[in-house]
């Protein structure tokens, strides 16, 4: 057997151990960073401000996009707490329900000024597409944060409006049934499931070619 057939066989060893473990780590990262919304199926990063936790008594995370979304998995689910984070401030707001019933919201660090509210954009509660407005909704801490986003972003929408925590939660019980929640895994790229493949067809291939060529 020649050099260049050991260089060969140890080439084809090596490519398929970077794609398989590039296929594998893109992988992993796809499912620790991204969750899915039970309710709309949106996809979304878990480090996206707009993301939203809402954590069962037992530890368990459900993941929402919109305000509307946590409502109904709120609802849905009956005792739990809803982490969110205001979208212009950062700062964390924390929704508790008990009994599938909305009880109290606060924010840390306070404010005088708190008043958490949800901003409608898009086509806004009332507008003609409801999934568009749910992905749309955004979450504040105050009056002037609210005021804020509806002249900065979205002045030009006649849907555009606010409304109350509960108020998404009365909306949030209206929709339950008919948008339930079902938990879906987050979609892998075929591209990651493809590069593993093909790593482990080649990290099989290579010994296989190492004893052919030795014949």
């Known amino acids: 057997m020649t050099r260049n057939n050991v260089f060969f066989a140890l080439y084809l060893g090596i490519i398929g151990i970077v794609l398989l473990t590039v296929g594998f780590a893109a992988t992993v990262y796809a499912v620790s960073s991204t969750a899915r919304d039970e309710v709309t199926g949106q996809t979304m990063s878990k480090t996206d ?28 689910y009956k005792n739990d707490t809803i982490h969110a984070k205001c979208f212009v401030c950062g700062r964390a707001i924390t929704i ?18 708190d008043n958490v509210q ?9 507008g003609p597409d409801m999934m568009s407005a749910m992905n749309a909704e955004k979450i504040v801490s105050t009056t002037a944060y609210a005021n804020q986003l509806l002249e900065k ?14 108020h998404v939660f009365f909306m949030g019980g209206v929709m339950l049934p008919m948008m339930p929640p079902t938990y879906s895994a987050v979609e892998i790229p075929t591209l990651y499931y493809a590069l ?10 290579a010994p296989i070619s190492w004893k052919s060529l030795k014949k």
């Open 96 to 113: 508790t329900v008990v009994n599938g019933n909305f009880t109290s919201v606060s924010v840390s660090p306070p404010n005088r000024q």
């Open 196 to 205: 593993m493949t093909l790593g482990g067809v080649l990290l099989t291939v």
């Open 153 to 166: 972003n979205y002045s030009s929408n006649p849907y555009a409006t606010t409304v109350t925590i509960q």
């Open 49 to 76: 401000i707009s993301t939203i936790q809402v954590v069962t008594p037992n530890g368990v995370t459900h993941w929402a996009y919109s305000p509307m979304s946590a409502a109904e998995l709120a609802i849905y």
């Open 118 to 126: 949800v901003v409608e954009g898009e086509n806004g509660i009332n």
